[in-house]
């Protein structure tokens, strides 16, 4: 009797372990596959790479591959083209397309100053000298486009009238287009600016003189992409913010991870990226509404009905508030 029962005993459990198995597997998190373009060979662009090498995006259930696309205008169009689902870019490029119609959001400020450095040759010793000189952006409309005209502007010199704008592609070819002369002065940051100096450009405006909120890089989804898989980009932003808290923990390997993606092992460019990357990287990544505030009354200078939008019509900072909320920047921060 008591081998029947202990039979029927071992049926049961056998008969509840296949009942339940579909509920078990269901519960082991999946991994899911990102293609994530980045904008720039730039130290705002670092935390992604340390996220990426670290293992940090992995960590929260994504398999990233990540792509090099020089340029905002391109990265965006990218982007709604679906071949991409999240990209590292300039919201300020952002703003045409969502004005013409497209469901892009901007979800994370990355850097929320104009965080570059106006590099020139060494001939030139004021902006006034630029006049009927070329100077260099990486693509019309890219953030560098609009700081470059923002400076002209303000030493009272009109873009394109009185100083030719020449799209070079990328901070390399920026910095290849000073050393053939072929421009005078460039948006750049490093490692491009570290060559430049080095082939004898200086620095004729830093970062912090240049005075204004602007959203320089951010992380920009789809709104359908938000509202389908809104954990999916809710682990990316965990994984990428615990690559800027890596940066800042272990400077070794984050240096480590910005030499792969700038492909040098100079310790001078190293140094200067890194350096570039603490400096300006938030820490907690608000897109910032006054940036948007900056670029709408910019492109409201030659479209007037730009002046009714708002900046909320092109931000969600819906998933960085919920981290915070629920402390995730108090823990990988440690206060």
């Given at each position: 009797?008591?081998?029947?029962?202990?039979?029927?005993?071992?049926?049961?459990?056998?008969?509840?372990?296949?009942?339940?198995?579909?509920?078990?597997?269901?519960?082991?998190?999946?991994?899911?596959?990102?293609?994530?373009?980045?904008?720039?060979?730039?130290?705002?662009?670092?935390?992604?790479?340390?996220?990426?090498?670290?293992?940090?995006?992995?960590?929260?259930?994504?398999?990233?591959?990540?792509?090099?696309?020089?340029?905002?205008?391109?990265?965006?169009?990218?982007?709604?083209?679906?071949?991409?689902?999240?990209?590292?870019?300039?919201?300020?490029?952002?703003?045409?397309?969502?004005?013409?119609?497209?469901?892009?959001?901007?979800?994370?400020?990355?850097?929320?100053?104009?965080?570059?450095?106006?590099?020139?040759?060494?001939?030139?010793?004021?902006?006034?000298?630029?006049?009927?000189?070329?100077?260099?952006?990486?693509?019309?409309?890219?953030?560098?486009?609009?700081?470059?005209?923002?400076?002209?502007?303000?030493?009272?010199?009109?873009?394109?009238?009185?100083?030719?704008?020449?799209?070079?592609?990328?901070?390399?070819?920026?910095?290849?287009?000073?050393?053939?002369?072929?421009?005078?002065?460039?948006?750049?940051?490093?490692?491009?600016?570290?060559?430049?100096?080095?082939?004898?450009?200086?620095?004729?405006?830093?970062?912090?003189?240049?005075?204004?909120?602007?959203?320089?890089?951010?992380?920009?989804?789809?709104?359908?992409?938000?509202?389908?898989?809104?954990e999916t980009v809710k682990n990316f932003l965990r994984g990428y913010s615990e690559?800027?808290?890596?940066?800042?923990?272990?400077?070794?390997?984050?240096?480590?991870?910005?030499?792969?993606?700038?492909?040098?092992?100079?310790?001078?460019?190293?140094?200067?990226t890194w350096q570039y990357a603490i400096d300006t990287l938030e820490r907690i990544?608000?897109?910032?509404?006054?940036?948007?505030?900056?670029?709408?009354?910019?492109?409201?200078?030659?479209?007037?009905?730009?002046?009714?939008?708002?900046?909320?019509?092109?931000?969600?900072?819906?998933?960085?508030?919920?981290?915070?909320?629920?402390?995730?920047?108090?823990?990988?921060?440690?206060?």
């Amino acid at each position: 009797m008591a081998g029947k029962t202990k039979l029927r005993l071992a049926l049961f459990l056998g008969f509840l372990s296949l009942l339940f198995a579909p509920l078990t597997l269901r519960a082991q998190p999946s991994t899911v596959r990102l293609h994530v373009a980045y904008v720039a060979i730039s130290g705002t662009q670092a935390a992604v790479w340390a996220a990426q090498e670290g293992g940090l995006l992995r960590k929260h259930g994504l398999e990233t591959h990540l792509i090099y696309i020089a340029g905002a205008a391109q990265v965006i169009q990218t982007l709604l083209a679906g071949d991409i689902q999240i990209a590292i870019a300039a919201p300020s490029g952002v703003v045409n397309v969502v004005l013409g119609g497209a469901d892009l959001v901007t979800v994370a400020g990355m850097v929320n100053i104009p965080a570059f450095y106006l590099a020139v040759r060494p001939e030139i010793h004021s902006i006034q000298d630029l006049k009927g000189r070329p100077v260099g952006v990486t693509r019309f409309g890219a953030s560098t486009d609009f700081t470059m005209r923002y400076l002209l502007r303000r030493a009272g010199l009109e873009p394109q009238k009185d100083v030719p704008i020449l799209q070079m592609g990328g901070q390399p070819e920026l910095a290849a287009g000073l050393e053939n002369k072929r421009i005078f002065a460039a948006t750049a940051v490093p490692p491009a600016l570290v060559r430049m100096q080095k082939a004898g450009a200086k620095i004729l405006v830093a970062p912090k003189s240049i005075g204004f909120r602007f959203p320089h890089v951010g992380i920009v989804v789809r709104k359908s992409l938000l509202a389908s898989r809104r954990e999916t980009v809710k682990n990316f932003l965990r994984g990428y913010s615990e690559g800027i808290a890596m940066l800042s923990r272990d400077k070794e390997a984050g240096k480590r991870a910005i030499s792969r993606y700038v492909r040098s092992e100079d310790p001078e460019v190293l140094e200067a990226t890194w350096q570039y990357a603490i400096d300006t990287l938030e820490r907690i990544p608000y897109p910032d509404p006054e940036g948007f505030k900056v670029v709408l009354e910019e492109l409201a200078r030659t479209r007037p009905e730009v002046a009714k939008a708002r900046p909320e019509q092109f931000i969600d900072d819906s998933v960085v508030r919920e981290l915070e909320a629920e402390g995730f920047f108090k823990k990988i921060y440690g206060r």
